[in-house]
């Protein structure tokens, strides 16, 4: 079973930068789709972004493409998330997830593992 830790957030203001990771401890995650969600308050979860398990091309939520990027790491077990351009609309605790799948869609339900979560705060 693996755990994974985010790390990385913060308060930044309107149009600042934050790099958010999300280190797996039991095992890597070479064979699996990780993703990004977030949830702002009296909001429901959602999709950011994702990359499959061979790391190449990221999919993104339409409200963040163009601005933030995942990546992996080359060991295989850290998740990286830049985020530029930052709005005051993208505060939310960040979630990084462990799919079942190589190559995931955006759905919550098809990630098994979570973390406990990041806040990220922008202000304007």
């Known amino acids: 079973q693996v755990q994974l830790v985010e790390s990385g957030g913060g308060l930044v203001q309107a149009g600042g930068s934050l790099r958010l990771s999300c280190t797996a401890s039991?095992?890597?995650?070479?064979?699996?789709?990780m993703a990004w969600f977030r949830q702002a308050p009296g909001k429901e979860r959602e999709f950011v972004a994702l990359t499959s398990w061979t790391g190449g091309g990221g999919v993104y939520a339409d409200s963040v493409k163009g601005r933030f990027t995942i990546s992996r790491g080359n060991a295989e077990t850290t998740v990286y998330l830049q985020m530029n351009s930052l709005k005051p609309e993208d505060t939310a605790v960040y979630y990084c997830?462990?799919?079942?799948?190589?190559?995931?869609?955006?759905?919550?339900?098809?990630?098994?593992?979570w973390g406990q979560g990041t806040q990220v705060t922008v202000s304007s």
């Open positions: 039991g095992r890597t995650f070479s064979n699996y789709g």
């Open positions: 997830a462990e799919s079942r799948y190589g190559y995931p869609g955006q759905g919550p339900g098809e990630y098994d593992y």
